[in-house]
């Protein structure tokens, strides 16, 4: 079980850890674009950006098939536990290392999680105190379902 997630800078963590909020959103690539190129921009002018960290999904079932009950469980179980490795976290929430692991290792890709390193321990951390999903629906769309009453 090789994880590929680089770890994180002493620097990187504290910044983390000084965030409280993560904020979820469902862009595009090319909505995701623009918004780093305007925010380049905007710091090229000397104009404050929001710095807060954000995760985008490129579309709703990415986000849904990532942040699915088991895994919210699971990142709330870290919170409220602590525990002080992948092992320790399997039996907080009553299920397979292996999966745990699986698990904990896509959500440090995404930046959701990072590891704190103790030998040959990792110990899981969530950062943040509140995750924000925010959803954008276009008005435009052409959606022609119509809501049941």
Not at 5 to 13: D, F, G, Q, V
Not at 115 to 123: A, M, V
Not at 136 to 147: H, Q, R, S
């Amino acid at each position: 079980m090789n994880d590929t997630t680089p770890p994180l800078h002493p620097m990187e963590r504290e910044q983390l850890r000084a965030e409280s909020t993560l904020v979820v959103t469902v862009k595009s690539s090319d909505e995701f674009h623009d918004d780093v190129t305007d925010g380049i921009e905007a710091l090229e002018r000397g104009d404050a950006v929001d710095s807060t960290p954000t995760l985008s999904f490129p579309s709703y079932d990415d986000l849904m098939a990532t942040l699915t009950p088991r895994v919210l469980d699971l990142i709330e179980a870290i919170r409220q536990e602590g525990p002080a490795s992948i092992n320790e976290t399997a039996r907080v929430v009553d299920r397979d290392v292996k999966n745990v692991h699986e698990e904990l290792s896509r959500l440090a890709q995404l930046g959701i999680i990072f590891f704190e390193e103790d030998g040959q321990c990792k110990r899981p951390v969530v950062w943040f105190d509140e995750l924000v999903i925010n959803l954008t629906f276009d008005p435009n769309a052409d959606d022609t379902a119509a809501a049941a009453p």
